[in-house]
C-alpha cells in the first residue's frame, strides 16, 4: 500500500497529504498569536470548520504555481481552493465511517519514508524528535495525523483499484496510439507589410480596443512590521540559560545504543509440539557446531531459512529495540559483541542470534550543541516577546484604524514604504501575494489600517496606503507604435487566411495540393507520414492531422491551421493507417492497460466524490 501511495498519489489525496502532514511542518504559522476572539468558519461541513486561514494556505499555492502568469482570476482561484477543503474533508468524513484499518507497522513505515526527517536517505530519529518538538507536536499527535491520510488513502485506493478495462479497449488505445497519418502539406508564411496607415486606422483601431491599453490599478504603501528573527537574534542567553535548556531537551541530542547483529533462522512450518521439538533439536545442533568453531556465516549461508539475510552470511544491519518481536530483541540486546546466544523462539522459528558489533548509547555534549541551544533558546524566548508584540499589533492597529504612527510608537518600529504595484505583481514586500491582497483590499482602499498579515511562518505586517493611482487610459500617443505593429500584423494575418483559403478552394476544385501551391505562386507541398508523438512537423498541425475526420479513398480531407507566429499550414490527410491491435511489445500492452485502468479508475471516482459532495451536509458563509 506505502508504495502505491508513493506512485500514484495525485489529485484529491495530493491535497489531503499536503494539508494534513505539510502544513505542520511548512506553514506552521503565526496565526496562533494574532488570532482575537472567536474566528468565523468560510464553511461548514458535518461537525467541521473550515477557516479562511486554511482556504488562504491553500490559495497561496495556487499562486505560487502560477509565477509569472499575469493574468488570472483571484476570486476564483480562492473559490476553488474553498472548493478543495471541502471536498478533503467530506472524502476523510465518509473514509472515517468505514471499516478500514491502518496498522502500525504502515504507519511507522510511511513516516520513515518521509523527507522531513531523513538525513543521507536515511531516516533520523533525532531530526524526528526535534522537528515535532519545534512545531509543539507529540509523536501520538502526527501519528494519528499520518493514519488519518493513510486511511483516506486505503479508501481511495479501494475506488480506483476496482476499475477494470476489456481487451477490445486496450486494443482500440494501441490501434489509436500507433495510427500513422499520410498527410501533404504547404505552409503560407506570414509577410508584415510596410505599409503606412492613416490617422483615422490608428484612431479607429485605439478607440475599438481601448480596454486593451490601460495604465493598472497601483498603490503604494506604508506598513510597520515585526519579525520573529528580527527580535530572536537581539536575545542574549546566558551560560546558565543554555545549560538549563540542555537539560531540558538531553534526550533530544542522545542516540540509542545499535547493535549490529546476524542471526541463523530455522523456520517452524508446523503448529504440531512434536515438529516444534525436532526443529528445537536441529538449531542446537548448528549451535553446537558453532560452538566447535565453525564460521557463523558460512554456515547461515548453508542452513538458514532467511533467504535474504542467509546471503549476507546471515547479516541483519543494526537494529534498534523495537524493531523486532519482543523475545528476539531482549536476546539480541542481553549479549555481548561477539556472544551467540541459546535458541530464540519467535513467531517465525528458532533462531539463533549473534551480536557482530555495538554502537553505544551517546548523548552529546553541551560543547557540541551549545550553538544550536542558543539558536533554540533565543527562537523560544522571542516567541513570548513575539506574541507580546503581535497583541499589541493588533490593538493599536484596530484602535487607531488612520495611522500607523501610535502602534509605531508604542512597539519602537519604523514606518517604512514600498514603490508602485498592482495587483498581479510588486517588488520587495509587494512580492507577497498576501501583501497585494491586503493593500488591495476594501478597507485599505478606503483609508483604513489592514488586519496583520502573516507573511512565511514568522512575520506580521500592518499596511495602510500611501497613493493609489485608479486604472486609467494610456494616451495614444504613448501606444501609438504599438497600434501600428497591431495593424500590421493583423492585415498579414488576414492576407495569409486568405491565401489559405485560395489554397483550399483550389483543392475543393479538385486539383491537388501540389498544384493548387504552384497557382497561388507558393514553393511545392511536403509529404510526410506521422504519428501521435511526432516531431516532424509543428504540434499545432499534428494536432489539426489528428483532429480530421477519416479520408474516403481517393477524397482527401484538407484543412487550414494557424501557427503561433501567424504562418497558415494547409493540408490534405491522403490516408490513415491504423496501428496493431496487438503489440508484441509486453511493456507497451501492459501501459497501455495500466494508463486506461487509472483514467477509468479517476473518472469513477472524480464522480464518487461529486456525488458525495451533493448529498454533503455543507454550509458555506455567503461572503465565502
Given amino acids: 500500500m506505502l508504495q502505491a501511495i508513493r506512485d500514484r498519489a495525485q489529485g484529491i489525496f495530493a491535497w489531503v497529504m499536503l494539508i494534513a502532514i505539510g502544513i505542520p511542518f511548512a506553514l506552521w504559522g503565526i496565526q496562533n498569536y494574532m488570532d482575537t476572539g472567536k474566528e468565523k468558519p468560510a464553511a461548514v461541513v458535518g461537525d467541521r470548520e473550515i477557516f479562511d486561514r486554511e482556504v488562504n494556505r491553500v490559495y497561496e499555492q495556487s499562486l505560487s504555481k502560477l509565477v509569472g502568469v499575469a493574468d488570472y482570476d ?12 471541502i ?19 504502515d504507519v511507522r513505515e510511511f513516516i520513515q519514508t518521509l523527507p ?31 493514519r488519518r491520510v493513510l486511511l483516506v488513502e486505503q479508501y481511495r485506493r479501494s475506488i480506483l483499484d476496482s476499475a477494470f478495462v476489456t481487451k477490445d479497449q486496450v486494443e482500440t488505445l494501441l490501434r489509436l496510439k500507433n495510427q500513422e497519418r499520410n498527410i501533404e502539406y504547404v505552409t503560407v508564411p506570414l509577410k508584415l507589410s510596410n505599409r503606412s496607415f492613416s490617422e483615422a486606422e490608428i484612431e479607429d483601431y485605439y478607440r475599438a480596443h481601448v480596454t486593451s491599453f490601460k495604465n493598472p490599478e497601483q498603490v503604494s504603501i506604508e506598513y510597520i512590521a515585526i519579525s520573529l528573527e528580527d527580535l530572536a537574534k537581539n ?29 541463523i533462522l530455522i523456520p517452524v512450518e508446523s503448529q504440531d509440539k512434536e515438529a516444534d521439538k525436532t526443529v528445537l533439536a536441529k538449531v542446537t545442533e548448528i549451535r553446537e557446531r558453532l560452538t566447535k568453531g565453525e564460521d557463523f556465516a558460512k554456515l547461515a549461508k548453508e542452513v538458514s531459512g532467511d533467504p535474504i ?30 556472544e551467540l546466544s541459546e535458541p530464540v523462539r519467535t513467531s517465525f522459528g528458532y533462531h539463533l542470534i549473534k551480536v557482530t558489533e555495538l554502537v553505544p548509547a551517546r548523548v552529546k555534549s553541551f560543547d ?20 507580546q508584540l503581535g497583541q499589541t499589533l493588533t490593538e493599536q492597529s484596530y484602535e487607531h484604524p488612520d495611522s500607523l504612527e501610535p502602534a509605531a510608537k508604542k512597539l519602537n518600529l519604523k514606518i517604512e514604504q514600498t514603490g508602485w504595484f498592482t495587483r498581479a505583481a510588486g517588488e520587495g514586500l509587494a512580492s507577497e501575494p498576501a501583501i497585494r491582497e491586503a493593500a488591495f483590499s476594501e478597507d485599505v482602499l478606503n483609508g483604513r ?35 501600428i505593429a497591431k495593424l500590421r500584423e493583423q492585415e498579414a494575418r488576414q492576407a495569409v487566411a486568405r491565401q489559405a483559403e485560395d489554397l483550399l478552394k483550389q483543392v475543393a476544385e479538385g486539383r491537388s495540393l501540389s498544384e493548387a501551391a504552384k497557382i497561388v505562386g507558393l514553393p511545392g507541398s511536403q509529404m510526410v507520414m506521422v504519428r501521435r508523438d ?38 490534405s490527410l491522403l490516408s490513415v493507417k491504423d496501428g496493431a491491435p496487438i503489440s508484441e511489445d509486453v511493456k507497451e500492452r501492459d501501459a497501455a492497460r495500466d494508463f486506461l485502468s487509472k483514467t477509468v479508475g479517476q473518472q469513477e471516482f472524480n464522480s464518487f466524490v461529486a456525488r458525495l459532495r451533493e448529498m454533503a451536509d455543507v454550509e458555506v458563509k455567503p461572503e465565502s
Fill in 74 to 85: 483571484e476570486k476564483a482561484l480562492k473559490r476553488e481552493a474553498l472548493e478543495r477543503l
Fill in 87 to 105: 471536498q478533503e474533508e467530506i472524502i476523510v468524513q465518509t473514509a472515517e465511517d468505514k471499516p478500514l484499518v491502518v496498522s502500525d507497522g
Fill in 116 to 146: 522531513y526527517f531523513q538525513t543521507d536517505g536515511k531516516f533520523d530519529k533525532e531530526k524526528y524528535k526535534i522537528l515535532l518538538s519545534t512545531q509543539g507536536m507529540s509523536s501520538e499527535q502526527f501519528i494519528a495525523q499520518v
Fill in 235 to 263: 536575545i542574549q542567553a546566558t551560560e546558565e540559560d543554555l545549560r538549563n535548556l540542555y537539560n531540558e531537551q538531553k534526550a533530544n541530542f542522545g542516540t540509542e545504543e545499535r547493535r549490529k547483529v546476524s542471526h
Fill in 309 to 338: 539475510s542467509a546471503k549476507q552470511g546471515g547479516d541483519l544491519g543494526f537494529i534498534e529495540k523495537g524493531a523486532f518481536e519482543e523475545n528476539f530483541t531482549k536476546a539480541a540486546f542481553a549479549l555481548k559483541p561477539g
Fill in 368 to 387: 557540541e550543541v551549545k550553538d544550536e541551544l542558543r539558536k533554540t533558546f533565543q527562537h523560544n524566548a522571542a516567541e513570548n516577546k513575539f506574541y
Fill in 449 to 483: 489600517n489592514s488586519d496583520p498579515v502573516e507573511l512565511g511562518n514568522e512575520k506580521a505586517v500592518v499596511l495602510r496606503i500611501k497613493e493609489h493611482r485608479p486604472e486609467s487610459d494610456k494616451p495614444l500617443a504613448e501606444v501609438r507604435e504599438t497600434i
Fill in 534 to 571: 511526432t516531431d516532424k512537423v509543428p504540434p499545432a498541425l499534428a494536432s489539426a492531422v489528428f483532429s480530421a475526420p477519416r479520408p474516403v479513398v481517393g477524397k482527401p480531407v484538407s484543412r487550414s491551421v494557424e501557427l503561433e507566429k501567424g504562418d497558415r499550414i494547409v493540408f
